[in-house]
């Protein structure tokens, strides 16, 4: 029968795709980590894993096996976490993914608040504004826009928001406020890239609600590029309350057209490894964000 170990160290080869890379990951030679697996495979008399120079690749039994392992696993994590949970208090290293713009217009200012709640806590940040896999990243929050429908996951609903329509003072005061959706065509938008729901601007008038076309002469596919740009007073912009909420409170920029804007709720997500979501420090990170945005969005 193959050990916890033994599945844990086959899950990492499969997950990082590299025998190198996994035995780094597990502090082990590639030598020693390469006759662990051949023993594992000889102990289930079954070849897992078919290699050559430039990659591996799985047999129909490792895929079995994968799956298997993943779950027995994940059971054990699951145990471990509902026993220790009562007593523990959070500590650690929590690593959280997020994009780059939520990270430096929210996360910036939420970060050390929850450092300063839990001191033996700390935190690893990556930035990407494409979706990570939580598992093959070693991540144990990622937070995006979407929920995941994977079975591998675990999603929970922070918070709910809106996209703002704002401009810079500096942009505002050289090229007026637009009144309504013919004044905005007159104005330079600047738009983000890559995504559906940014292309148009859902705006109210008189025979219901219109799919405004924004144009101008900057889009980007990275919203916190956006922000800056804005921010430089180049612009109007389109974001989410998260992203624009603060620079909005401060009067780095400036709602404008909120009578007409329309915008349909965003919902805020963070998504976990099925074996992560009850460690303590985890939880202690959702329960703080979650309060956090909703304080932070009722004092808008």
Same mark, same amino acid.
């Given at each position: 029968?193959?050990? %916890?170990?033994?599945?844990?160290?086959?899950?990492?080869?499969?997950? /990082? &795709?590299?025998?190198?890379?996994?035995?780094?990951?597990?502090?082990?030679?590639?030598?020693?980590?390469?006759?662990?697996?051949?023993?594992?495979?000889?102990?289930?008399? =079954?070849?897992? /894993?078919?290699?050559?120079?430039?990659?591996?690749?799985?047999?129909?039994?490792?895929?079995?096996?994968?799956?298997?392992?993943?779950?027995?696993?994940?059971?054990?994590?699951?145990?471990?976490?509902?026993?220790?949970?009562?007593?523990?208090?959070?500590? *650690?290293?929590?690593?959280? $993914?997020?994009?780059?713009?939520?990270? #430096?217009?929210? /996360?910036?200012?939420?970060?050390?608040?929850?450092? %300063?709640?839990?001191?033996?806590?700390? =935190?690893?940040?990556?930035?990407?504004?494409?979706?990570?896999?939580?598992?093959?990243?070693?991540?144990?929050? =990622?937070?995006?826009? %979407?929920?995941?429908?994977?079975?591998?996951?675990?999603?929970?609903?922070?918070?709910?928001?809106? #996209?703002?329509?704002?401009?810079?003072?500096?942009?505002?005061?050289?090229?007026?406020?637009?009144?309504?959706?013919?004044?905005?065509?007159?104005? $330079?938008?600047?738009?983000?890239? *890559?995504?559906?729901?940014?292309?148009?601007?859902?705006?109210?008038?008189?025979?219901?609600?219109?799919?405004?076309?924004?144009?101008?002469?900057?889009?980007?596919? $990275?919203? &916190? !590029?956006?922000?800056?740009?804005?921010?430089?007073?180049?612009?109007?912009?389109?974001?989410?309350?998260?992203?624009?909420?603060?620079?909005?409170?401060?009067?780095?920029?400036?709602?404008?057209?909120?009578?007409?804007?329309?915008?349909?709720?965003?919902?805020?997500?963070?998504? !976990?490894?099925?074996?992560?979501?009850?460690?303590?420090?985890?939880?202690?990170?959702?329960?703080?964000?979650?309060?956090?945005?909703?304080? $932070?969005?009722?004092?808008?």
């Amino acid at each position: 029968m193959a050990s %916890s170990e033994d599945m844990k160290a086959f899950v990492r080869v499969v997950d /990082l &795709g590299s025998f190198a890379r996994a035995a780094e990951d597990l502090r082990l030679t590639p030598s020693a980590l390469s006759r662990l697996m051949s023993r594992l495979e000889d102990r289930l008399g =079954v070849r897992l /894993l078919t290699r050559t120079t430039r990659r591996l690749a799985l047999t129909s039994e490792g895929s079995l096996f994968l799956e298997r392992a993943r779950e027995v696993l994940e059971l054990i994590d699951l145990a471990e976490a509902d026993v220790s949970s009562a007593r523990a208090k959070p500590k *650690g290293l929590l690593r959280v $993914n997020s994009s780059t713009g939520f990270a #430096r217009q929210t /996360l910036l200012h939420a970060v050390p608040e929850f450092l %300063s709640h839990y001191p033996e806590v700390s =935190v690893d940040l990556t930035l990407t504004d494409r979706l990570i896999d939580p598992v093959t990243e070693q991540v144990d929050v =990622v937070i995006r826009g %979407s929920p995941t429908s994977g079975s591998e996951m675990v999603s929970r609903h922070l918070a709910e928001g809106r #996209r703002l329509i704002c401009a810079a003072p500096s942009y505002l005061t050289r090229a007026g406020t637009p009144r309504s959706a013919a004044e905005l065509a007159g104005h $330079n938008c600047i738009r983000l890239s *890559g995504q559906s729901a940014a292309t148009t601007w859902p705006l109210a008038s008189d025979d219901g609600v219109v799919r405004f076309q924004p144009s101008g002469n900057f889009t980007c596919d $990275n919203v &916190g !590029m956006l922000f800056d740009v804005a921010v430089e007073g180049h612009g109007i912009v389109r974001l989410a309350d998260f992203v624009v909420g603060q620079a909005v409170r401060e009067g780095r920029l400036v709602e404008i057209l909120a009578d007409i804007n329309r915008s349909d709720p965003i919902s805020l997500w963070a998504l !976990m490894p099925k074996g992560r979501f009850r460690v303590p420090r985890v939880q202690a990170f959702l329960d703080f964000m979650e309060e956090w945005l909703g304080a $932070n969005r009722d004092s808008e």
